[in-house]
């Protein structure tokens, strides 16, 4: 079984365009996480969330929200997509403070 | 607050030699450091860490790492490369009880036949 999981893998759109990622993770995990990696691969934190609750809100343009309908589930919805938006996204669990497990990630291409 | 400073984008070694990939750390509490491993077009996946105790901390693949508080580091090293090492590796430090993980920009490891 995959512990944190995310759809879709891969994922091409127009500028402009509104767009959803999934992640779902079955550990049992209470925090999860959004990362984004650019091509130079550095890991940036986005968004973390706690037991549902919103504790890591980084400098993150409006236009991505995140939403956490229960402890297991964290989605991303980006709205009017840019180019710079184009990167490899992150979903991330781990019980608060110890070691994350990350998803295999999210290939965004904004075009 | 926190940061993590690999040194060295890009690390070539001999298949068999030693592999040492560094990192430095600040932070204003008492850290919780990690290696991760990344291989193309997958997620991070811890390698070791370390949190109190031990400081010369056992990971998988051959792995391992030492806390030096003196230092501010802790580096990862490995006695023998082999050729599936090949990958991206990430230093990440945060803090006893909760603050964020903070990555380091990442070491390519290259290992050479």
């Known amino acids: 079984d995959t512990a944190v999981s995310q759809t879709p893998k891969y994922l091409v759109t127009q500028m402009g365009n509104d767009k959803s990622i999934k992640c779902e993770q079955n550990l049992g995990h209470d925090t999860m996480y959004w990362y984004k990696q650019d091509s130079k691969k550095f890991l940036k934190i986005m968004f973390s969330y706690n037991n549902k609750e919103l504790i890591i809100n980084e400098t993150v343009p409006n236009r991505f929200s995140p939403k956490s309908p229960d402890k297991a589930h964290l989605n991303l919805h980006i709205n009017s997509l840019e180019l710079g938006d184009s990167a490899v996204y992150f979903c991330?669990?781990?019980?608060?403070?110890?070691?994350?497990?990350f998803g295999p990630g999210t290939r965004l291409t904004v075009t | 607050a926190q940061s993590v400073t690999q040194l060295g984008s890009h690390v070539s070694v001999s298949e068999g030699a030693l592999v040492l990939l560094r990192c430095n750390y600040s932070s204003s509490v008492p850290p919780y450091l990690f290696w991760y491993v990344q291989y193309p077009n997958q997620g991070l996946q811890l390698l070791l860490k370390y949190t109190t105790g031990a400081t010369l901390v056992k990971g998988i693949n051959g792995f391992e790492a030492e806390f030096k508080k003196s230092e501010t580091s802790f580096h990862l090293t490995k006695p023998s490369a082999h050729m599936s090492d090949a990958a991206e590796y990430f230093c990440a430090v945060s803090g006893q009880g909760y603050q964020k993980v903070t990555f380091g920009t990442g070491t390519k490891l290259q290992v050479i036949p």
């Open positions: 991330a669990s781990s019980e608060l403070g110890n070691e994350q497990y």
